[in-house]
């Protein structure tokens, strides 16, 4: 198994402290980046750096390229200036490193795989065609299913899994070839409260227990805030990286959404970020009630005081 880096910040640390100190080399350095679509610029002037062993979220409006950053960090867009290199390497060279799982899996993939086969699939690839699997790989594959909490589930097929059942069963799949860092694009959209909490107290675990480093494209920030070390936002065209203490203030995310936001602090410390009271009433809000979102604080705390279930161990890389 991968030597874990470094643990982040524990449940509730928006400062950003637990992260790994500058010594560190960085999960991730953009220098000058700018990504363009014909002649018009996605985003330019990309400058920072994130830390090993941290989460970020990368956040921002629809069409500000979120999606488009994930994918140039995995060398799968070019860049019209600057560079990034991930875990060390010019985008794209370390993919190997990487788990990823895309917004479009649970359409993408063939329902009428079998959850195992499916994370089978991480160590196999995406070939078509009929694949020999070895003890040491079926044994891997329960290992990952066994992290996620899918286990009991590996005979299913995907189509007889709920949204969140086979969201656990992609990140299974991301991290059975045991992965230094897992990306993912919009976990949580289109899941019900509770398999929202069930993937949030995953990704949780995977940094704490194995120190992972996980970056994930978010629209809505309050399910992820407990486990927040960071955010990459893009705001006007330009990508900034800041601890999360520095990203929850309410001028900047009012700037960055373009409505009135506000950042509440409970009295147990929790925050979370609503419209404001004067928001109109025929606008849809984009992030859950605050009592949900309070009582799913709460539920993190309960979590994180209790005892953890003993990880498991992907095998050695080889």
Same mark, same amino acid.
């Given at each position: 198994m991968a030597q874990s880096a470094p643990q982040a910040g524990e449940h509730g640390d928006h400062s950003g402290t637990g992260?790994?100190?500058?010594?560190?080399?960085?999960?991730?350095?953009?220098?000058?980046?700018?990504?363009?679509?014909?002649?018009?610029?996605?985003?330019?002037?990309?400058?920072?750096?994130?830390?090993r062993g941290s989460v970020t979220a990368i956040v921002g409006t629809n069409g500000a390229g979120k999606t488009t950053m994930m994918k140039t960090e995995l060398g799968l867009l070019p860049l019209a200036h600057g560079s990034v290199d991930v875990l060390g390497?010019?985008?794209?060279?370390?993919?190997?490193?990487?788990?990823?799982?895309?917004?479009?899996?649970?359409?993408?993939?063939?329902?009428? @795989?079998t959850a195992e086969?499916?994370?089978?699939?991480?160590?196999?690839? *995406?070939?078509? &065609?009929?694949h020999i699997t /070895?003890?040491?790989q079926r044994s891997r594959a329960r290992e990952a299913m066994d992290f996620v909490g899918v286990a009991d589930k590996a005979s299913y097929r995907l189509s007889q899994l709920s949204g969140g059942l086979r969201q656990r069963v992609a990140i299974a799949q991301?991290?059975?070839?045991?992965?230094?860092?897992?990306?993912?694009?919009?976990?949580l959209a289109n899941l019900d409260l509770a398999s929202q909490r069930a993937t949030v107290h995953v990704l949780a675990r995977l940094n704490h227990e194995l120190g992972m480093t996980i970056q994930v494209v978010a629209h809505d920030l309050n399910m992820l805030l407990p486990i927040l070390t960071g955010a990459v936002y893009l705001l006007?065209?330009?990508?900034?990286?800041?601890?999360m203490n520095d990203v929850?203030?309410?001028?900047? @995310?009012?700037?960055?959404?373009?409505?009135?936001?506000?950042?509440?602090? *409970?009295?147990? &410390?929790?925050?979370?970020? /609503?419209?404001?009271?004067?928001?109109?009433?025929?606008?849809?809000?984009?992030?859950?009630?605050?009592?949900?979102?309070?009582?799913?604080?709460?539920?993190?705390?309960?979590?994180?005081?209790?005892?953890?279930?003993?990880?498991?161990?992907?095998?050695?890389?080889?």
């Amino acid at each position: 198994m991968a030597q874990s880096a470094p643990q982040a910040g524990e449940h509730g640390d928006h400062s950003g402290t637990g992260t790994p100190s500058a010594q560190q080399p960085a999960a991730i350095v953009f220098s000058d980046a700018a990504v363009s679509r014909g002649d018009h610029v996605i985003w330019s002037h990309g400058t920072f750096s994130i830390p090993r062993g941290s989460v970020t979220a990368i956040v921002g409006t629809n069409g500000a390229g979120k999606t488009t950053m994930m994918k140039t960090e995995l060398g799968l867009l070019p860049l019209a200036h600057g560079s990034v290199d991930v875990l060390g390497e010019p985008a794209g060279k370390s993919n190997k490193r990487i788990g990823y799982v895309p917004q479009s899996y649970t359409s993408d993939i063939d329902s009428n @795989l079998t959850a195992e086969q499916s994370v089978l699939l991480g160590l196999t690839g *995406t070939r078509f &065609g009929f694949h020999i699997t /070895t003890k040491a790989q079926r044994s891997r594959a329960r290992e990952a299913m066994d992290f996620v909490g899918v286990a009991d589930k590996a005979s299913y097929r995907l189509s007889q899994l709920s949204g969140g059942l086979r969201q656990r069963v992609a990140i299974a799949q991301a991290l059975v070839s045991d992965p230094e860092l897992l990306m993912l694009d919009e976990p949580l959209a289109n899941l019900d409260l509770a398999s929202q909490r069930a993937t949030v107290h995953v990704l949780a675990r995977l940094n704490h227990e194995l120190g992972m480093t996980i970056q994930v494209v978010a629209h809505d920030l309050n399910m992820l805030l407990p486990i927040l070390t960071g955010a990459v936002y893009l705001l006007d065209g330009h990508p900034h990286y800041a601890a999360m203490n520095d990203v929850l203030d309410a001028n900047l @995310l009012t700037h960055l959404y373009g409505t009135t936001v506000q950042v509440v602090t *409970t009295p147990q &410390g929790d925050m979370f970020v /609503t419209p404001s009271a004067d928001e109109p009433a025929d606008i849809e809000q984009d992030t859950h009630a605050p009592v949900e979102v309070a009582q799913f604080h709460h539920h993190g705390h309960q979590h994180h005081q209790q005892d953890a279930p003993a990880a498991a161990q992907p095998a050695e890389r080889s």
